[in-house]
Nanobody, 128 residues
Framework: EMRLVESGGGLVQAGGALRLSCAAS??????????IGWFRQAPGKEREGVSCLNWSERSTDYADSVKGRFTISKDASENTVYLQMNNLKPEDTAVYYC???????????????????WGQGTRVTVSS
């Protein structure tokens, strides 16, 4: 069974940092043809894409709201994707999810919502 498990959420003050992890398992042919994305859903808002990584090409994509503050990366030996979040703001408060799709990051907001495998989410709270 293909699974994604997020971890690393928590409570942090504005200006602080957190690193989220997304551990992938059960992918029979590995992750080379997959994209891994990070999404978030704040209370009362729709889930939105934050960042995406093409596993084999290492190319990345970021939402404008997090550019320069968040960095997506991978550890291939651990089949894990990280989201390093620096200079956190109260508006970053949300449940963060990772998702994967057998595709690239092009239009990942659509493809992952329609076809993706999702983790259970990890909560991030940024206090002012």
């Amino acid at each position: 069974e293909m699974r994604l498990v997020e971890s690393g959420g928590g409570l942090v003050q504005a200006g602080g940092a957190l690193r989220l992890s997304c551990a992938a398992s059960g992918f029979p042919r590995g992750l080379d043809d997959y994209a891994i994305g990070w999404f978030r859903q704040a209370p009362g808002k729709e889930r939105e894409g934050v960042s995406c990584l093409n596993w084999s090409e290492r190319s990345t994509d970021y939402a404008d709201s997090v550019k320069g503050r968040f960095t997506i990366s991978k550890d291939a030996s651990e089949n894990t994707v990280y989201l390093q979040m620096n200079n956190l703001k109260p508006e970053d408060t949300a449940v963060y999810y990772c998702a994967s799709v057998y595709d690239d990051c092009d239009d990942y907001n659509y493809t992952m919502h329609e076809l993706g495998i999702w983790g259970q989410g990890t909560r991030v709270t940024v206090s002012s």
